[in-house]
């Protein structure tokens, strides 16, 4: 076989090696979140119950690449409900606060990030919406 057969070859077959991890690499990174569910921390709320954190965390993570949810705790929920409150000249009647980690980030091409989301309860409503999120 003459060289330039052979490196034609070669080249062909690195060509092909490095489409096939690119494709391997775009498949693990579609499927991962799919097959792992995510960490959840409930910590020990007095005021929610995991079944009721649950409802909540399925409503507003939308699931798709979340590594760990992390559920603040019922003193920073408390605190987060007055700042609201008086912000907004709303009555809220609850609040729950959670922290995400997240893989396959878009912020400025890190693999990872997080964010924090902030649901609230109205007076007389029992649908929980989310009022605030953002980068932490």
């Not at 949810?69 to 605190?79: S, V």
């Not at 693999?111 to 007076?123: G, H, M, R, S, T």
């Amino acid at each position: 076989m003459n060289n330039k057969v052979k490196k034609k070859h070669t080249v062909t077959r690195i060509i092909v090696i490095a489409a096939s991890l690119l494709l391997a690499l775009a498949i693990i990174g579609l499927l991962l979140p799919l097959i792992f569910l995510p960490i959840v921390d409930y910590g020990d709320s007095q005021l929610y119950s995991k079944t009721e954190m649950d409802e909540v965390i399925d409503m507003f993570s939308n699931g798709l690449g979340v590594v760990t949810i992390k559920y603040l705790g019922d003193e920073r929920c408390e605190k987060e409900l007055e700042r609201y409150q008086a912000k907004d000249g709303k009555e809220y009647t609850d609040c729950m606060v959670f922290y995400y980690t997240f893989i396959r980030g878009t912020f400025r091409d890190f693999p990872f990030y997080d964010w924090a989301d902030i649901v609230f309860l109205k007076e007389g409503n029992n649908d929980w919406f989310q009022r605030n999120g953002g980068k932490c």
